[in-house]
């Protein structure tokens, strides 16, 4: 790759002259800096240019075009490089324009430990080396599924390693045969394993031949005249042939592929992916592409652009499996080329007319990126006439065809009898709760239990030095906070005008709130007022949000101050005893021999422990 150009005062026709017909990624930033969007071309010269025709654009376009202050390009080799420098572009510095996916939280895994009886679960995160990893799934829901069924068949546990190691007889998973209770030596640790290799087994796919295994344990059991062992080793059979039956199983018991159909109502834009792992199809997930993407996206280039851009933020962090199934033929070749240049990637085929059950995935993989079309277009519809209906109602200046932008901060202030005070920031903005861009502040230095100086605190820390401020600012509180807010807002020099008080109404009721102005007016709209009901959802979602961080607070601040009060509990032992017994209350149920028991605690220190803890 090389650095081409960029330019410092933006001259978009001498830019556009000096483009070269080459394969490469550009970039436009705004006069702030700030990065508007990332593309790639195979022709530069063509596809840049064409951003500076007169006509052709959608809104949004539109306007990131007239936003144009710099623009830098990037010659590569090919356009599959090109690719790849534009995701790790977008992925890295997300791009205002760029069509990106909602993803809040990672995929989901089963996870099984590396222990002496390893511990089957539901799983979020980084993965290690410590157990075995299974999936990604495509929902929580099939990671579900999945336990049930190995519960059901292998009867694993399920319970963490503090419950494990305490119980003294079998949990209610045991009664209900879902669990063979190693915990209380019901089981042995070689029989418990084997059970394990067998739930591996069936999660790489090895369907026939654990079956086959099975009736040969059953078929040994009943020779041997171990009728009880052969009566579960066909319950497991049975059950283990009513899952595969319910999955359509496929010949190629090793299939592991990505089903991914790109779809388009015109107004937004979805890529529904759908996963086979070991010929079991295990469900599928809806991806919406964020609303500050391009427009057009109806276009075929838009459905090409959506699909391909999808595939390498998907791919980004997870391993392509061998085969990738995708309905627009246009971009398989780009795909292929894009994945073949992965470091260390074995090949991946790319499919756009399967056959087979291949083939029925992909059409229904198409008809649910529809359905969820539909589906978001009544959800969008009910919220965006929400939100039309607030502005109308509080008068605010907001064009009718850009509701999207308005943005809303909500505040609230938590503590408990003055400890661990905490205020917390919630947005709704496009519609919605941002999650993604929730604040929490710890509120210092004033007096327990005031209120008021802590509403003070979190607005002038938020607002001190900002560049933009949101649309409208809501304060949990009556005239007293709202007095507060309009005291910070002139101080900082901020148009008063943008506050308004939520006061609860009788006994805090959803409905009966009053809304409170900046000149002392108030306002009842009812129980039933759609914009009151919008206002109590941001309201108590500030309410919840603070409550949680003020909780945690005291929970760490007390944890903390009774285990520091001991000599010698340093923060390794602390986290030991706490991992230990799942936390204080754990801790303090435990007596001094189990205290002792744990690494590093001897019997002179767990006595101590023991002794600080009843006292405080």
């Avoid at 996870?111 to 993965?127: E, K, L, Q």
Wanted: proline content about 3%; some cysteine.
């Amino acid at each position: 790759m090389t650095e081409d150009q960029g330019t410092s005062s933006f001259d978009a026709k001498a830019f556009l002259a000096s483009l070269p017909h080459l394969p490469g990624v550009y970039r436009f930033y705004a006069q702030d800096a700030s990065l508007l969007y990332v593309g790639k071309a195979r022709d530069l010269k063509k596809r840049v240019t064409s951003y500076f025709q007169k006509s052709g654009h959608g809104p949004r376009i539109a306007r990131m075009v007239e936003q144009i202050a710099d623009a830098q390009i990037t010659v590569v080799r090919s356009e599959a490089e090109a690719l790849l420098l534009e995701n790790n572009l977008i992925k890295t510095q997300s791009p205002k324009y760029n069509i990106l996916f909602r993803d809040d939280k990672s995929y989901p895994f089963v996870r099984i430990s590396h222990h002496a009886y390893p511990r089957i679960s539901f799983y979020r995160g980084a993965i290690d080396r410590q157990a075995d990893y299974f999936g990604p799934f495509p929902n929580g829901w099939a990671v579900k599924e999945s336990l049930q069924i190995l519960q059901k068949v292998f009867r694993l546990r399920s319970c963490t390693d503090n419950v494990f190691s305490n119980r003294s007889r079998p949990c209610l998973l045991a009664q209900i045969h879902r669990c063979s209770a190693p915990c209380v030596a019901q089981i042995g640790q070689d029989d418990y394993q084997r059970d394990v290799g067998r739930a591996l087994s069936f999660l790489r796919g090895g369907h026939a031949e654990l079956l086959n295994m099975l009736e040969a344990d059953m078929q040994k059991a009943s020779d041997d005249l171990r009728f009880e062992d052969a009566a579960v080793y066909r319950d497991q059979m049975a059950a283990l042939s009513k899952v595969l039956a319910q999955h359509a199983m496929e010949a190629d018991e090793n299939l592991d592929c990505d089903v991914m159909a790109v779809a388009s109502d015109g107004q937004r834009l979805v890529v529904n992916l759908a996963m086979v792992r070991g010929g079991r199809h295990l469900g599928d997930r809806p991806f919406f592409c964020l609303p500050t993407a391009s427009t057009g996206l109806g276009s075929d280039d838009a459905l090409d652009e959506a699909l391909v851009s999808f595939v390498g933020q998907h791919y980004a962090e997870q391993t392509p499996v061998s085969t990738l199934l995708i309905n627009r033929e246009s971009v398989a070749q780009e795909l292929m080329d894009w994945l073949a240049q992965r470091p260390d990637q074995p090949s991946v085929r790319v499919l756009v007319a399967p056959q087979g059950k291949r083939r029925d995935w992909l059409r229904m993989a198409e008809d649910n990126a529809r359905l969820a079309l539909t589906r978001r277009a009544q959800e969008v519809g009910g919220a965006q006439a929400k939100t039309r209906l607030l502005v109308d109602t509080l008068g605010l200046t907001v064009p009718a065809d850009d509701l999207d932008r308005l943005r809303i901060e909500c505040f609230d202030v938590s503590h408990t009898a003055g400890e661990a005070t905490q205020a917390s920031c919630v947005v709704y903005h496009h519609h919605a709760m941002q999650s993604a861009e929730y604040r929490r502040f710890n509120i210092t230095d004033i007096a327990a239990g005031d209120d008021y100086a802590a509403m003070r605190q979190v607005l002038t820390r938020r607002y001190q030095d900002i560049e933009e401020m949101p649309d409208l600012v809501l304060v949990d509180g009556g005239k007293g906070q709202m007095s507060v807010a309009v005291s910070v807002f002139e101080q900082l020099g901020h148009d008063i005008q943008l506050l308004i008080g939520v006061a609860k109404g009788e006994g805090r009721k959803v409905g009966l709130e009053r809304l409170v102005f900046p000149d002392g007016r108030e306002l009842a709209l009812g129980p039933d007022h759609g914009a009151l009901l919008l206002i109590a959802q941001i309201r108590d979602e500030a309410h919840r949000f603070a409550i949680t961080g003020m909780r945690a607070k005291r929970a760490k601040a007390r944890t903390g101050s009774v285990l520091d009060e001991i000599e010698g509990v340093g923060p390794r032992r602390r986290a030991k005893l706490l991992a230990r017994f799942g936390g204080l209350a754990g801790l303090r149920a435990a007596s001094v021999d189990e205290l002792a028991s744990v690494e590093g605690v001897s019997r002179a220190m767990a006595e101590q422990i023991f002794k600080q803890l009843r006292v405080t």
